[in-house]
């Protein structure tokens, strides 16, 4: 009779580093996932045994990630702004440099008392969500995204983090007509890759939506049709907050005070000390 062998965290572990080419990290949420432990659990508990069921999906989330898929679109969520999002390949998974962006959308409206958000190209609804999920029922949101399919993510996450009654969804760019005036803050990440930097397979960008990243030859084509209407849209006193690609912030700048050419335009700088976003701060 077969002894049946007995796999440990441990043993599981080095298993999965050996064997591909996953960082430890990335291993250790995994087995976080498989097992439903915490990282402490599974540092102080080495020896404990794994069933075969969690032992196997940890192969073939390893394998998976070795592929190049990224972590959050295996595991099915990604952290952002403190909120656990749901993420599949429908949508980019939020990324930590697009946080400033909420933070600052949060002390604009602090003081205000019924702000209106526009959220353009909300993909996961991150940014929305986040903004509502911080902030009390005085503040309402519309979000946008031309794929049908982000916005089922999005609603899906409006409903997790219990925020939908406040956040009202369209399908459609920023020439929506449904979109009314006025919003106090515009927040738009819009795709900003330049076509030829889009990262080939197996690269974990490549497992993302195209549209949530080409963002044309120089990167600014949505922008540039975003910045056509989002003066229509904004409040005499609001903020209109932009993300892009450090090399591109000072082009996208120009189109910002070219659209707004009486506001006070500036250059937002990211985690990593790099220039990350342009602020549009319009005053009655
Ligand atoms: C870079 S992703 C940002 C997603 C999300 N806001 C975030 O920060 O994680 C860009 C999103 O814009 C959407 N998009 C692309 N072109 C658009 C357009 N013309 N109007 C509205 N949304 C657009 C894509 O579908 C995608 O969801």
């Known amino acids: 009779m077969a002894v049946p062998r007995r796999v440990t965290i441990e043993k599981l572990r080095e298993f999965l580093l050996s064997q591909s080419s996953v960082q430890a990290p990335d291993v250790q949420r995994i087995l976080s996932y498989v097992t439903g432990r915490s990282e402490a659990w599974l540092r102080a508990y080495g020896e404990t045994e794994v069933?075969?069921?969690?032992?196997?999906?940890a192969r073939e989330f390893a394998q998976r990630r070795a592929s190049g898929e990224p972590l959050p679109y295996i595991l099915g969520t990604a952290g952002?702004?403190?909120?656990?999002?749901?993420?599949d390949n429908r949508v980019l998974v939020p990324r930590p440099e697009t946080e400033h962006l909420v933070d600052e959308a949060l002390e604009f409206i602090n003081d205000k008392e019924r702000p209106r958000v526009l959220d353009v190209g909300t993909g996961s609804g991150a940014i929305a969500c986040s903004?509502?999920?911080?902030?009390?029922?005085?503040?309402?949101?519309?979000?946008?995204d031309v794929s049908a399919d982000a916005l089922l993510?999005?609603?899906?996450?409006?409903?997790?983090l219990g925020v939908e009654p406040r956040l009202t969804f369209f399908i459609g760019d920023v020439s929506t007509p449904a979109l009314r005036p006025f919003f106090d803050v515009i927040v738009a990440n819009l795709p900003y890759v330049p076509t030829k930097d889009i990262a080939p397979s197996p690269d974990p960008v490549s497992f993302e939506p195209r549209i949530a990243l080409d963002g044309g030859a120089d990167?600014?084509?949505?922008?540039?049709?975003?910045l056509k209407h989002a003066p229509r849209l904004l409040a005499l006193d609001g903020i209109v907050l932009m993300e892009a690609a450090?090399?591109?912030?000072?082009?996208?700048?120009?189109?910002?005070?070219?659209?707004?050419?009486?506001?006070?335009?500036?250059?937002?700088i990211d985690y990593g000390k790099r220039a990350r976003y342009v602020k549009v701060r319009t005053r009655e």
């Open 51 to 57: 069933s075969p069921k969690a032992e196997s999906q």
């Open 80 to 87: 952002f702004h403190g909120h656990s999002f749901l993420v």
């Open 131 to 144: 903004i509502l999920a911080e902030t009390g029922t005085n503040v309402h949101a519309n979000a946008i």
């Open 153 to 160: 993510v999005a609603m899906a996450n409006a409903q997790r």
């Open 219 to 226: 990167g600014l084509d949505q922008y540039r049709r975003f």
């Open 246 to 268: 450090p090399p591109i912030i000072a082009d996208l700048e120009a189109l910002a005070r070219a659209a707004f050419p009486a506001a006070e335009v500036t250059i937002g």
